[in-house]
């Protein structure tokens, strides 16, 4: 049927459902959301419909339609297994001027029922199968995979009155790969008005973003910190302030090495709401990505993951507990790889220890170098960040199960 797509509202308003099974108890149940005053006609009702009645949900009449049933209703839906009842049913309703959803014969019907996706911030799209329930169903799924995953457009485009400050959401995007992003991740970036950016973020999360969506571009590379944190805390508050919804977009996890904590309690102090959308660290996703598990049955079950960046220092201070038998995983360490490989042999650590360099994990420039502790030492192996290293027999296995991660052809970093 053709005509005006319309949202009811039958809050406390008179419905009136003939017929008492399994079709009649799928409207009562939506009628029942919708809050209306519901009449179920019918001699004999499912459990469920009986149950509603039992608790004061609706009012049941065990019997058969009589023409007063009608009065004073804004919407009837004839929905007994006896055509000649529903043809009566609407025709009376036609007379009547209510409106009439006939569950046997969409051609007599004044209305047509359509199923509903609800999303946030009042978002509603209902769908009709254009007689069809089981395609309405279908599409309906499929739009609501869309919402969820923030494919669909659901920024608003009218900026409500700003009333209080706006947000941040701290997103973890993973090693690289704009396939690995969670789906809270992409719905936060879906409504987002400010996206504040790192080097190691996929770039293809913000190159195709809305026009009006502002990019800030805080990236940060080794010996050049154009952007210190203090400035990117500043940025965060400052936007947000202005009531914007502010992404902050890091490479991997925010709380592992990224210094989440940091942006969270400087919001917190300015009093901006902040949440936090964990991502896939770049610790163990990139080994993965390379063949190599940080923990596997009958080599290890511990691994511990440190930051490189001040060197053997912080490096011995992280392993200090642990067994040599552990995994031990390095971040931002490729430029201090020689001096930090001495260090854990001078501490007791084998020197053919196998080491591995996963050099832009999860992109399509991705290398694996494989070489030991002592190698390593030495300073022969040339690699350029972003690297992961990793340290322990776990590497052996690469050579059996090789490269494993293969990454979409928008995996970059900035």
Do not use: Y
């Amino acid at each position: 049927m053709s005509g005006l797509p319309l949202r009811l509202d039958l809050r406390g308003r008179r419905v009136v459902v003939v017929g008492g099974g399994a079709v009649a108890t799928r409207r009562v149940s939506q009628l029942v959301t919708a809050q209306a005053a519901i009449h179920v006609v019918a001699p004999e009702v499912t459990s469920e419909i009986a149950d509603l009645a039992a608790t004061g949900a609706l009012t049941l009449h065990h019997r058969s339609f009589d023409d007063r049933d009608l009065d004073e209703a804004w919407l009837a839906i004839a929905a007994t297994s006896d055509t000649n009842v529903n043809a009566h049913v609407s025709q009376l309703a036609s007379d009547g001027r209510v409106w009439c959803i006939n569950s046997g014969d969409a051609g007599i019907s004044t209305a047509a029922p359509m199923t509903t996706v609800e999303h946030t911030d009042g978002i509603a799209i209902s769908v009709s199968g254009g007689g069809d329930p089981g395609r309405a169903v279908a599409i309906r799924d499929a739009i609501a995979l869309a919402l969820r995953s923030g494919e669909l457009p659901i920024r608003p485009t009218r900026m409500a009155k700003q009333e209080s400050v706006g947000s941040v959401a701290l997103v973890g995007a993973g090693p690289g790969d704009p396939t690995l992003l969670t789906v809270r991740a992409a719905q936060a970036l879906a409504l987002a008005d400010v996206l504040v950016v790192d080097r190691l973020a996929p770039a293809a999360l913000w190159e195709d973003s809305v026009s009006d969506v502002r990019v800030i571009d805080v990236g940060k590379e080794p010996g050049k910190h154009a952007v210190s944190q203090d400035q990117i805390n500043e940025i965060l508050v400052r936007e947000a302030s202005a009531g914007n919804n502010v992404v902050r977009i890091k490479g991997g996890d925010p709380f592992v090495l990224g210094r989440g904590g940091e942006e969270a309690l400087a919001c917190q102090a300015a009093g901006i709401p902040v949440t936090v959308i964990p991502g896939i660290t770049s610790a163990i996703s990139v080994p993965a990505a390379a063949g190599i598990p940080v923990t596997h049955r009958g080599i290890t079950s511990t691994f511990v993951v440190a930051s490189a960046h001040e060197g053997p220092a912080g490096v011995l201070a992280a392993v200090s507990d642990s067994p040599h038998s552990s995994t031990l995983v390095l971040l931002m360490g490729a430029g201090k790889l020689p001096s930090i490989a001495g260090a854990l042999i001078a501490t007791g650590r084998s020197a053919e220890t196998p080491v591995a360099i996963v050099e832009s994990g999860w992109t399509n420039d991705q290398r694996t170098t494989i070489t030991s502790l002592g190698e390593a030492e030495k300073g022969t192996v040339r690699v350029q960040p972003p690297a992961v290293v990793v340290i322990g027999e776990v590497v052996r296995l690469r050579e059996q199960l090789g490269d494993l991660g293969k990454a979409s052809s928008d995996a970059r970093h900035a």
